[in-house]
């Protein structure tokens, strides 16, 4: 949504649309809870004030829309199941507030995990390089992540879409480049939207093309890739719910017949990029953890090959180091 001129309301026409939406939410099986965070993102409103009601006797309230826009998006929500996220055109991911729109996957909760395996990652193959020199690793957890070359060298985040994990890898270390890279135009603008807005844009370089191809200049270089690839078999993305499958970019979900296209083109190609070492992970969908473990395993140019769990205990995560 763009960034529109603020409109003035009373907090009474505000509580009136609430509870019009709250019922419309409950009538169409939409999550109540998301008329609140559609109101956070688009008024001057916070949590407290929302489940308490006492925005309603406020004579003057600043939307960013007025309220017939608002309805109108809302009944989208409602008969075209539009995601909120679009709606608002904002979502929350880790500590950020990150740009969305119909370009991107909407960032996940259980991929903001992809963010803390890596750091867990660099952490354990420090403290694994400490151990094989003799180095006494005890109370030397925060030493280790800053004299791991892992953080303050090249790291890939493939697939961007939004900037989400390229954003959080730059946090996380803020001594290295991020490289993202993403196939579509309209994506990568978002994502550099992403990065501007948080004041990571001089951390992370951009690049429009496949996979790992426009990186050719930086082969054998990365300390890391991160990917959150397209995993869905394709004969599965017409029956997701509507509001993935209506309006959430099909690119970003189609992993092929068995949804493992793109998985398996980043364990071929990865080798070939990373530095010995180097960590490969990604997330992927349930029930696909012992065929990528497999394919790994068979591959032969990775090591210590282990699966994670996300918060909801599912199989989600991959992660392994290159021979």
């Given at each position: 949504?763009?960034?529109?001129?603020?409109?003035?309301?009373?907090?009474?026409?505000?509580?009136?649309?609430?509870?019009?939406?709250?019922?419309?939410?409950?009538?169409?099986d939409?999550?109540?809870?998301?008329?609140?965070?559609?109101?956070?993102?688009?008024?001057?409103?916070?949590?407290?004030?929302l489940?308490?009601?006492?925005?309603?006797?406020?004579?003057?309230?600043?939307?960013?829309?007025?309220?017939?826009?608002?309805?109108?998006?809302?009944?989208?929500?409602?008969?075209d199941?539009?995601?909120?996220?679009?709606?608002?055109?904002?979502?929350?991911?880790?500590?950020?507030?990150?740009?969305?729109?119909?370009?991107?996957?909407?960032?996940?909760?259980?991929?903001?995990?992809?963010?803390?395996?890596?750091?867990?990652?660099?952490?354990?193959?420090?403290?694994?390089?400490?151990?094989?020199?003799?180095?006494?690793?005890?109370?030397?957890?925060?030493?280790?992540?800053?004299?791991?070359?892992?953080t303050?060298?090249?790291?890939?985040?493939?697939?961007?879409?939004?900037?989400?994990?390229?954003?959080?890898?730059?946090?996380?270390?803020?001594?290295?480049?991020?490289?993202?890279?993403?196939?579509?135009?309209?994506?990568?603008?978002?994502?550099?939207?992403?990065?501007?807005?948080?004041?990571?844009?001089?951390?992370?370089?951009?690049?429009?093309?496949?996979?790992?191809?426009?990186?050719?200049?930086?082969?054998?270089?990365?300390?890391?890739?991160?990917?959150?690839?397209?995993?869905?078999?394709?004969?599965?993305?017409?029956?997701?719910?509507?509001?993935?499958?209506?309006?959430?970019?099909?690119?970003?979900?189609?992993?092929?017949e068995?949804?493992?296209?793109?998985?398996?083109?980043l364990?071929?190609?990865?080798?070939?990029y990373?530095?010995?070492?180097?960590?490969?992970?990604?997330?992927?969908?349930?029930?696909?953890?012992?065929?990528?473990?497999?394919?790994?395993?068979?591959?032969?140019?990775?090591?210590?090959?282990?699966?994670?769990?996300?918060?909801?205990g599912?199989?989600?995560?991959?992660?392994?180091?290159?021979?």
């Amino acid at each position: 949504m763009e960034n529109l001129q603020g409109v003035v309301v009373s907090g009474l026409e505000l509580w009136q649309w609430r509870r019009q939406a709250l019922a419309a939410a409950r009538a169409a099986d939409v999550p109540p809870e998301e008329v609140d965070w559609l109101l956070l993102a688009v008024a001057d409103l916070d949590r407290l004030a929302l489940r308490l009601e006492s925005f309603r006797d406020r004579k003057n309230m600043t939307l960013r829309l007025s309220l017939p826009e608002l309805d109108q998006l809302w009944q989208r929500r409602i008969s075209d199941r539009l995601p909120v996220q679009y709606i608002a055109g904002v979502t929350p991911w880790r500590n950020f507030s990150l740009v969305v729109s119909p370009a991107v996957l909407i960032p996940r909760p259980e991929t903001e995990l992809l963010i803390d395996l890596a750091v867990e990652a660099v952490r354990r193959r420090g403290a694994q390089e400490q151990r094989s020199t003799g180095v006494s690793p005890v109370g030397a957890s925060e030493q280790v992540m800053q004299n791991s070359p892992m953080t303050d060298a090249d790291w890939a985040d493939l697939g961007t879409g939004s900037g989400a994990i390229a954003i959080g890898l730059a946090a996380a270390f803020p001594d290295a480049t991020i490289h993202a890279v993403d196939r579509s135009t309209e994506a990568l603008a978002i994502a550099r939207q992403n990065a501007q807005q948080q004041g990571l844009a001089e951390k992370i370089k951009f690049y429009n093309g496949f996979w790992f191809e426009p990186l050719e200049a930086i082969k054998g270089r990365l300390s890391g890739m991160v990917s959150n690839p397209p995993y869905i078999p394709s004969s599965i993305v017409p029956t997701l719910q509507p509001e993935v499958a209506f309006h959430e970019p099909h690119l970003a979900l189609d992993g092929g017949e068995d949804g493992l296209d793109c998985i398996r083109h980043l364990i071929e190609t990865a080798p070939n990029y990373l530095r010995p070492g180097g960590i490969w992970l990604i997330e992927m969908m349930a029930g696909q953890a012992d065929a990528v473990a497999e394919l790994l395993r068979q591959n032969g140019s990775y090591y210590d090959i282990k699966i994670y769990p996300d918060l909801a205990g599912i199989e989600r995560f991959a992660l392994a180091y290159r021979c």
